[in-house]
């Protein structure tokens, strides 16, 4: 073999094996990609049962009912649709109605959504990139003087 046939049957080599720990990434990390969705999604029926995802919106107005011990039930909403939301775990300090969240969780068959963990905002002017973008794309106004219909705001 010429010296020539040598470096291009290494870098033949090299370039396989990338490609070949490429692809075992993408199969190690499928099942761990999550999407946000956000309720109008999920009433349309973009949203497979079985598919774990993440549902952002504003937590509505007066759907807040806490059960015993840590069991919570709520609406997500994105002012056009609301997905009523389960989760049995502490809350974030900053979680009210009114305002942003981010749950991630499973749809049942009878369309709540049962939450394993949820995320609210950290202060008072923050929404999590995802859910701004989505209730904009839906024609949501946002900023400290927008006001939304059922906000107490």
Do not use: C, W
Not at 62 to 82: A, H, L
Not at 97 to 102: H, L, M, R
């Amino acid at each position: 073999m010429t010296r020539k046939q040598k470096r291009g049957l290494l870098i033949g080599t090299g370039v396989g094996i990338l490609v070949v720990a490429a692809i075992m990434v993408a199969f190690a990390l499928r099942d761990t990609i999550v999407f946000f969705r956000t309720p109008s999604d999920v009433v349309e029926g973009k949203v497979d049962l079985d598919q774990r995802f993440r549902l952002g919106g504003l937590v509505a107005d007066g759907s807040v009912q806490r059960g015993q011990g840590t069991k919570v039930k709520f609406s997500v909403t994105d002012t056009i649709e609301t997905v009523p939301v389960s989760y049995n775990g502490i809350l974030p300090d900053l979680f009210r109605e009114g305002q942003g969240v981010v749950t991630e969780g499973k749809l049942d068959g009878n369309g709540q959504f049962i939450a394993d963990t949820v995320l609210a905002k950290h202060d008072e002017n923050y929404m999590p990139p995802e859910v701004a973008s989505a209730l904009k794309e839906k024609g949501v106004k946002l900023g400290p003087s927008a006001t939304h219909p059922g906000s107490s705001k």
